[in-house]
């Protein structure tokens, strides 16, 4: 069935585009809600007296994306990420993980939008990331990925276990007898001193 979008929508097109789409799809979901309208002699008329208006929105958006690319060519993110030793990061910088930097930055891209090689970055090392734009527009950012080592804690000493019943026993005895043998001590020695 073809329709003429209404809206831009980011799966199917932009406003004023005819498209092809499953009857089912157009009748329970763009048509309800406004997103599209049927093709026909009549709402063919009505967008093509919006035409001006469509396409100076168009090349707003154009002109919006070209400013947009030259702030993001000079742009050079780091990131600082934990790694082990050998420059391999715990997990993964991904396009979220872009998206939010850039949001600190102060630009508003969808993580949809970003593109990196391999789908993920996975070592400490500088990479780049595309990021398509409008139409056929896209920025290449530099992203710099920082090890930080985890500083792992040293193994706990070994401390002396509680002690049970019979480690106290065998060392009341011990004790007994170390006694006994100093009161033997002690008293051979007075007798000697005596004599």
């Keep these: 069935m073809k329709v003429i979008l ?3 929508l980011a ?3 932009e406003e004023g585009d005819v498209k092809e789409v499953a ?3 157009a009748r329970n979901y763009l048509f309800p809600r406004g997103i599209a309208l049927p093709y026909t002699p009549k709402t063919i008329k009505v967008i ?3 035409r001006a208006e469509i396409e100076a929105r168009k090349e707003q958006k154009r002109m919006d994306a070209r400013s947009l690319k030259e702030k993001l060519d000079t742009l050079e993110l780091s990131i ?3 790694a082990g030793a050998n420059g391999k990061l715990y997990g993964a910088v991904t396009n979220q993980t872009i998206a939010d930097e850039l949001t600190k930055n102060g630009f508003q891209v969808e993580r949809k939008r970003i593109e990196i090689a391999g789908g993920g970055i996975k070592n400490v090392g500088k990479f780049k990331a595309v990021i398509k734009l409008y139409e056929n527009q896209s920025a290449e950012i530099s992203v710099t990925i920082i090890g930080q080592e985890i500083k792992t804690e040293a193994p706990p000493q070994k401390s002396q276990r ?3 019943r019979r480690n106290e026993r065998q ?4 004790e007994a007898q170390g006694a006994s043998e100093t ?3 002690v008293s051979a020695e007075t007798s000697q001193s005596a004599e």
Excluded: F, H, I, V
């Design 48 to 50: 093509e007296a919006r």
């Design 6 to 8: 209404n809206k831009d």
């Design 23 to 25: 009857r089912g799809y």
């Design 80 to 82: 600082t990420m934990p």
């Design 162 to 164: 509680p002690r049970g």
């Design 171 to 174: 060392e009341e005895k011990e």
């Design 11 to 13: 799966t199917l097109g």
């Design 183 to 185: 009161s033997a001590e």
